[in-house]
């Protein structure tokens, strides 16, 4: 949830912390802060609120080593106190942390009753004291590091230094870090973005690795600090796909490019997605898995495997999976989908089915991901980096690589990458200015509504899921999904004069939801809608073709725009929504 940045080399880390920093602050913008080392003494600098809005004085500054945080609360309110990076009680040792340390109450109720000063109410400061305590009996940095990690219970990326030596200390259980590997310089992040512009060559951290980090990276197991051998990879993603260029928003830019990165997601190896074809097809109960906005593309994509491949994919929100696991076995196949590849729920559901001696593919977005680590397969979106909070171009990725799975399990592998070709062609038309300024008149409707509601039936359906939730998540209007054929079950309660109604339609369900479209224009709805043809009941229309399977891909681009304009209008940053996190690392 928090992004977390350490640098070691031959430059003043100052700049490059607050710079990795910025880039890391869709992960948590509660609040964010710094650590430089030198001549035996910190400089700390912790703030509140966004640190994309904010400069420092890097004059305060010294030092070729440091770390940086930005923090997504959870432990402790939002406060200066609260912020990371915590230090011990002598200012000698300093911590960064991401994830939760369960056991933190005892920790800390021992540390205090040996004289540690706690500044903080968060749950990571027991780290730099128990680091400090072994210190203290005579361990080195590293060693007392170990040993403080290893009282640890719950999950953590941590990255630590201290006032005596330059060594960095990089350890993860549960949460992402991965160690940068540039020229006599390193890093160590919870993603990539924050050093991507210093170096493309990378080592993903596992569970349970301690990257020790001086002169060079080593790599050691935690548990007997025997060395472990990890790959350096190299990143493809471009630097200036984490920048936003020409864009005043990521948001915008990520819809923007959406055109591209569908015709990315179809490039897969086809042999390797027959591969994985048949194992669908061989296996006994397919469960898709996913939170979210990757939820709803999931249940787009049970409809689609009906109607293509003409098969029944049972489709769980991952936080709800264990209920499911008395019909898991070694025959069951689930297919794990996650842009980041970090969200804990979607990994506690992957443990649940490896428990149980299921097979697990996963489709991310986020190379060297645990979600990836934890599959006996992956597929890649390769959607390049997703910066804005809100899942948008990996989203309609999700879509692609599923329409090619289910055409895929039919052995019409080509059909699917002909349907996706037709609809990144559209989408290049939907998202260009004239029909992004069409939409802009949309929003100054909307904007000063207080619900919402959308409605869809079939294929249709999950996409007035996934709009509801990218109109709300990043307006704050309150909006609502629903199967069309349902409203009229309780919540057409809500349906009074001018209340708008998005009402997403196909050839194939035109008749029946225009009849739901009717008993709600008869209670005063403002009806919105989005299809191939217009119809004299809709007060606004948007025309987008149909493309068929494909219509869970080009019929969301709209709302993504409309929701996008509706954030601007309401002053809302659309990039960094309030509450949220780009990766949901908490259970
Ligand atoms: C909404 C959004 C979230 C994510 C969800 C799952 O715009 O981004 O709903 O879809 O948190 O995240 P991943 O796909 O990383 O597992």
């Avoid at 910025?22 to 509140?48: M, P």
């Avoid at 210190?135 to 640890?152: E, H, N, Q, T, Y």
């Avoid at 008395?326 to 992957?350: H, M, N």
Wanted: hydrophobic fraction near 40%; glycine fraction near 6%.
């Amino acid at each position: 949830m928090c992004g977390i940045i350490g640098y070691r080399g031959k430059r003043e880390a100052s700049e490059i912390l607050f710079e990795g920093l910025k880039k890391l602050s869709y992960r948590g913008y509660d609040s964010w802060g710094l650590c430089t080392s030198s001549e035996n003494k910190f400089s700390v600098s912790k703030a509140i609120g966004n640190i994309e809005q904010m400069d420092i004085d890097y004059s305060m500054f010294a030092g070729n080593i440091g770390i940086g945080h930005t923090r997504w609360a959870t432990h402790g309110g939002v406060s200066e106190a609260n912020a990371h990076p915590h230090l011990c009680s002598l200012e000698k040792v300093a911590v960064v942390h991401n994830g939760v340390i369960e056991n933190f109450q005892d920790l800390r109720s021992e540390l205090k009753s040996n004289g540690h000063k706690f500044k903080s109410e968060t749950d990571t400061e027991v780290i730099p004291h128990l680091i400090r305590e072994y210190m203290d009996k005579g361990a080195d940095f590293v060693d007392a590091v170990r040993s403080a990690l290893l009282r640890l219970e719950g999950s953590f990326a941590v990255v630590a230094i201290n006032t005596e030596d330059d060594t960095m200390v990089a350890s993860r259980r549960g949460s992402p870090l991965v160690v940068g590997m540039g020229d006599n310089e390193y890093f160590a992040a919870s993603d990539i973005p924050a050093f991507l512009e210093h170096t493309k060559s990378v080592i993903y951290l596992y569970d349970n690795d301690v990257a020790i980090i001086n002169d060079n990276v080593y790599v050691y197991n935690l548990s007997d600090m025997q060395p472990v051998r990890r790959e350096v990879d190299s990143i493809e993603w471009d630097v200036e796909k984490s920048m936003k260029g020409e864009f005043s928003h990521f948001m915008l830019k990520e819809i923007t490019e959406q055109s591209e990165t569908i015709k990315k997601a179809a490039e897969q190896d086809a042999e390797a997605m027959k591969r994985i074809a048949l194992e669908i097809n061989n296996a006994k109960g397919v469960f898709f898995v996913a939170c979210g906005s990757s939820y709803h593309a999931c249940l787009s994509a049970s409809y689609i495997f009906s109607a293509v491949a003409k098969m029944h994919i049972n489709v769980v929100l991952a936080s709800e999976f264990r209920g499911y696991k008395d019909f898991l076995c070694d025959k069951t196949l689930v297919i794990a989908v996650s842009q980041s590849g970090e969200t804990a729920d979607v990994l506690d559901a992957v443990g649940t089915a490896k428990e149980k001696g299921s097979k697990v593919l996963s489709i991310v977005n986020v190379m060297g991901s645990s979600l990836m680590r934890n599959s006996h397969h992956t597929l890649h979106m390769n959607a390049g980096p997703e910066i804005c909070v809100l899942s948008t171009k990996t989203y309609t990725s999700q879509l692609a690589v599923l329409t090619l799975l289910a055409y895929a399990c039919i052995d019409k592998y080509e059909d699917g990458t002909g349907v996706l070709d037709t609809a990144h062609n559209l989408v290049y038309n939907l998202t260009s200015r004239s029909t992004r300024d069409y939409i802009k008149c949309l929003a100054d409707i909307l904007k000063d509504k207080e619900h919402i509601f959308t409605i869809g039936r079939g294929l249709q359906y999950p996409t007035a899921l996934e709009a509801a939730l990218k109109i709300k998540e990043v307006s704050y209007i309150h909006a609502e999904g629903f199967a069309a054929g349902e409203l009229k079950h309780g919540s057409i309660a809500l349906i009074e004069k001018d209340t708008p109604v998005i009402a997403f339609v196909s050839p194939q369900n035109e008749r029946e939801t225009v009849s739901n479209v009717m008993e709600l224009k008869a209670r005063g709805a403002f009806i919105i809608g989005i299809g191939p043809d217009n119809n004299e009941i809709y007060d606004y229309f948007i025309k987008v073709p149909e493309t068929g399977y494909s219509d869970p891909i080009t019929q969301i681009i709209p709302i993504q725009i409309l929701a996008y304009r509706l954030a601007v209008l309401r002053k809302c940053n659309p990039d960094k929504p309030r509450n949220l996190a780009k990766s949901v690392t908490v259970r």
